[in-house]
C-alpha cells in the first residue's frame, strides 16, 4: 500500500505561479514512476508530468511543457510540481498517484491516488 497527500492548491492569478506537493508514504520502494494528473469539472482526467524516483527521468504533457516542473526529494519522499506561468485553463484539481506498470501516460496504469487539491486560475 502507498499512501499519497496533495498539498499546495489555491486561488492563483493567470500568470502566477503555484508549486504543489505530495508526501508518499508506506511501500513507495515499489513504484518507481510517480506522476500528477488533474481533472476539470466535466472533462476527463489528464496526464500533467511523472517522474521517474530511480534515474530522474521526467515526462511532460504538452501543454504545460516550459511552464511545469516536476521533481522530488526522495529523503523526504516527496514530489512536487512548480507551475509557472498559470493559465485559466490549468484549473483543476490535480492528484498525484503511483504507477505500477503500463503506459506512464494513461491514468488507468496508476495503482494509488491522492485525495486531490484544487488549482483555480483567475483571468
Known amino acids: 500500500q502507498v499512501q499519497l497527500v496533495e498539498s499546495g492548491g489555491g486561488l492563483v492569478q493567470s500568470g502566477g505561479s503555484l508549486r504543489l506537493s505530495c508526501a508518499a508514504s508506506?511501500?513507495?520502494?515499489?513504484?518507481?514512476?510517480m506522476g500528477w494528473f488533474r481533472q476539470a469539472p466535466g472533462k476527463e482526467r489528464e496526464f500533467v508530468a511523472a517522474i521517474s524516483w530511480s534515474f530522474y527521468i521526467t515526462y511532460y504533457a504538452d501543454s504545460v511543457k516550459g511552464r511545469f516542473t516536476i521533481s522530488r526529494d526522495n529523503g523526504k519522499n516527496t514530489m512536487y510540481l512548480q507551475m509557472n506561468s498559470l493559465k485559466p485553463e490549468d484549473t483543476a484539481v490535480y492528484y498525484c498517484?503511483?504507477?505500477?506498470?503500463?503506459?506512464?501516460?494513461?491514468?488507468?496504469?496508476?495503482?494509488?491516488w491522492g485525495q486531490g487539491t484544487q488549482v483555480t486560475v483567475s483571468s
Open positions: 498517484a503511483a504507477r505500477n506498470t503500463g503506459n506512464i501516460y494513461s491514468p488507468l496504469s496508476y495503482d494509488f
Open positions: 508506506g511501500r513507495t520502494f515499489s513504484y518507481d514512476i
